[in-house]
């Protein structure tokens, strides 16, 4: 039950909200909150005490600082793709970016100015339509926006040659708790002027500003591509051959491994051919691409100087490109089709990647007896995707003990979804005290009234 | 004249880091402190109460914390190559790095793990010895350190490439202010695990830890090369040139303009035989790199494909190569046979580089009349060396100037050597106020009794 002095706050809050924004971008009607108060994996649930849609940076100024008069929590919500809970609000504001989405043409040299919430495919168009490409892509392409793309720092499949969305950022606008606005968004490639404050709001989710525009380097594009399949002996012999790759062919844009038993499920469950007369331990399946030449030369006489001598089948046709990613891609609605399964996004030092590959289906089994890996990820960047198929929603056994074994040998708990409040209970034992202790003094400087995003990242 | 407080205090903070270090490692010699209280441009002068060389992590803490309790500055100084005076003491206590060399063999994935005291030079030994390459290179390598390097995000050569430092760093280990030892050098290339801490240490200029080891990334090496040096019309054809270069040819390595005022001072004054049967306006300096082949004829077909039809120079046998590269390396000793330079680093936006170009010797000439400005740098990445040749030492009428147009055309007065003490009025007309009082709150934060590197950065 709410007090008289909430309500009395909280109509105040609206009455000065609706003054800045007008009456339509702010709502409070029941059926408009469903929508923002739950992520789309149905799995985060909160309350929203309104809606807001600001359509300019100053609009955003205004939210924050009526938020902030009133104490009253503000989430920022982009495409609501996430999956860690991070922009679900609980008894707080949702600022949508949904109106945010002037986009600035792209300049001669590959930038290009974008709203926070223009969506990833958005970007991607416009990127394409000056003759570029933008170097981060994955799934929710449609739906995820730049702002909480940035705020996530996410990754995707090309991260190995691109980076993560903080090697994009060339430029932020962002609200900081006390309204105040920083910019830097003229697109300076080399700029050695204190803080990096930008890189510092990549990645902190929503708790220590609203973004409001980025600006974005854009990559050559690479229309020549080829894509090997590999069978190897084991996972060490994987990760050392991905890592021989990229030291010899700049043009590696993917190293993607697999191993039997999720080959077995995806060949069972798409009917798809086997890809080798026998099955092998361990598969990687590698892409390269260029801008004029065919790279598949360079990749066949890179992967002889490596010394592989194991099956392969290189292709550079579109079309028998996509048939061997199949093999890759498909696993995720194989492993759906097994039950659900129990998703975990980790990111091991390449360095003990295969070690804990080798090690993790048997942490698996003495924590949660019968339970069936699937690993699969990006060997490139150490990153592996743990599908663990049998215990029940709730039983965490098995996950925790996979999160231990990451920590132990030096992983992250979170390669690429963030921390969110999914994963807030493990953020101390990833970091340790004193990078806790160091990341909340800079949040309490930034937001010292707690206004931001409250509960994530530090629960 | 010292209080005798502050000898009480200064006597007492000796003996508790001689006590910590052993007698050896601190030193109040005035002859050896004379080494580290000037800058090697001999522009910056202070004094040191001490020079302690920590051969360990944990002597690194007992150093800070000594300071701390003491409440004495301390300045950590790594080769003592800056540019900016943020290395020199002020009545503080001289952090060394020297001793803080100790290296991790190279990973088979390509990464190591080197003190903070580890020399540039040696860690590219290290990358090739390992069969990779190191990203950055400039030429003072023989002295600057990594922990230098990482502190003012070192650039050089190939950013356009590989970024500057902050991209190089996939881990850090530092000390706080407080004593505590934030530590993430496992080497994970993806962690979406909260703020960006090293990110944030990088480029703060020892104002918010002392870097005591870092994990950098290694590169392909790219053994073959070709340089074209190509005459063009004004510096808006070099500009959109270059960004056509950078779209069609992945193996860009470096885009360098000068103009012809440079030139013919270069010629005269290295009596080399000029380039071209007819001088041009401005130059552009491209240079590519690949593994296994030639990158002559895709740097000529992308010459083709962007329409270029000027005079061009195109080489891959390398001592051709070096004597294209010695049009543009050759300006700085040309320019200081001229007189003592006024030399401003600076950065614009590739989008209004030409612009910057265009209008700078009318400023200059305005401010200054008489002066004679020569103009080169990394047009790749919008970084400016301008070089004054007239003023006095003391007369920076028209370095104020310069910078005053920088800031109208939205540019950095610092593209790579940092703010420091030198550049430190110039930090709030740069970056704007809710910059300045955030990185000023992150300060705070991080080092509330402002024990480390007073007076950089913030003046």
């Given at each position: 039950m709410a007090s008289a002095r909430i309500v009395i706050v909280k109509s105040r809050l609206l009455a000065g909200l609706r003054a800045a924004l007008g009456d339509r971008h702010v709502?409070?009607?029941?059926?408009?909150?469903?929508?923002?108060?739950?992520?789309?994996?149905?799995?985060?649930?909160?309350?929203?005490?309104?809606?807001?849609?600001?359509?300019?940076?100053?609009?955003?100024?205004?939210?924050?600082?009526?938020?902030?008069?009133?104490?009253?929590?503000?989430?920022?919500?982009?495409?609501?793709?996430?999956?860690?809970?991070?922009?679900?609000?609980?008894?707080?504001?949702?600022?949508?970016?949904?109106?945010?989405?002037?986009?600035?043409?792209?300049?001669?040299?590959?930038?290009?100015?974008?709203?926070?919430?223009?969506?990833?495919?958005?970007?991607?168009?416009?990127?394409?339509?000056?003759?570029?490409?933008?170097?981060?892509?994955?799934?929710?392409?449609?739906?995820?926006?730049?702002?909480?793309?940035?705020?996530?720092?996410?990754?995707?499949?090309?991260?190995?040659?691109y980076g993560a969305m903080r090697q994009q950022v060339v430029g932020l606008e962002a609200v900081l708790a006390d309204g105040s606005v920083i910019s830097r968004t003229s697109g300076l490639l080399k700029d050695n002027t204190g803080y990096d404050l930008a890189g510092l709001l990549v990645g902190s989710e929503g708790t220590l500003g609203v973004v409001t525009r980025a600006r974005l380097r854009l990559v050559p594009p690479l229309p020549r591509r080829a894509v090997a399949l590999l069978a190897l002996t084991d996972a060490s012999a994987a990760v050392t051959l991905a890592a021989e790759l990229r030291r010899r062919l700049p043009s590696l844009l993917a190293a993607e491994l697999f191993t039997d038993a999720g080959l077995r499920l995806v060949l069972d469950h798409a009917?798809?051919?086997?890809?080798?007369?026998?099955?092998?331990?361990?598969?990687?399946?590698?892409?390269?691409?260029?801008?004029?030449?065919?790279?598949?030369?360079?990749?066949?006489?890179?992967?002889?100087?490596?010394?592989?001598?194991?099956?392969?089948?290189?292709?550079?046709?579109?079309?028998?490109?996509?048939?061997?990613?199949?093999?890759?891609?498909?696993?995720?609605?194989?492993?759906?089709?097994?039950?659900?399964?129990?998703?975990?996004d980790v990111t091991l030092p390449l360095d003990r990647l295969a070690a804990f590959l080798g090690r993790v289906e048997g942490v698996v089994d003495?924590?949660?007896?019968?339970?069936?890996?699937?690993?699969?990820?990006?060997?490139?960047?150490?990153?592996?995707?743990?599908?663990?198929?049998?215990?029940?929603?709730?039983?965490?056994?098995?996950?925790?003990a996979v999160l231990r074994l990451v920590l132990e040998l030096g992983g992250s708990i979170s390669a690429e979804h963030g921390i969110g409040r999914a994963k807030a209970r493990w953020l101390a034992a990833d970091r340790g005290r004193p990078d806790l202790a160091a990341m909340r003094a800079i949040k309490r400087a930034l937001d010292p009234d707690g206004i931001l995003n409250p509960g994530v990242l530090f629960g």
């Open positions: 709502t409070t009607d029941p059926e408009r909150l469903a929508s923002v108060e739950v992520d789309w994996t149905r799995r985060f649930r909160g309350r929203a005490l309104a809606l807001v849609r600001p359509g300019t940076t100053d609009e955003v100024v205004a939210t924050v600082r009526a938020c902030a008069d009133a104490r009253i929590p503000l989430v920022p919500q982009g495409g609501n793709t996430g999956l860690v809970g991070g922009g679900v609000p609980h008894e707080a504001v949702v600022l949508s970016t949904a109106r945010l989405t002037a986009v600035e043409p792209a300049t001669v040299d590959g930038q290009v100015t974008v709203g926070a919430g223009t969506t990833l495919a958005s970007v991607q168009e416009h990127a394409r339509m000056a003759g570029w490409a933008f170097g981060v892509d994955f799934a929710a392409r449609d739906s995820a926006t730049i702002g909480g793309m940035v705020a996530t720092n996410a990754g995707g499949v090309n991260v190995l040659r009917r798809l051919a086997p890809p080798f007369a026998t099955h092998a331990p361990v598969y990687l399946l590698v892409e390269c691409g260029e801008t004029e030449q065919d790279p598949s030369d360079s990749l066949a006489a890179a992967l002889d100087a490596a010394g592989f001598d194991g099956d392969a089948l290189l292709e550079a046709d579109a079309d028998a490109r996509e048939r061997l990613w199949q093999y890759r891609e498909r696993h995720t609605e194989a492993i759906n089709a097994e039950g659900v399964p129990h998703k975990l003495a924590a949660a007896p019968g339970t069936r890996t699937y690993l699969f990820g990006h060997v490139g960047d150490g990153n592996v995707h743990v599908n663990l198929v049998g215990p029940s929603s709730e039983d965490e056994a098995a996950d925790d």
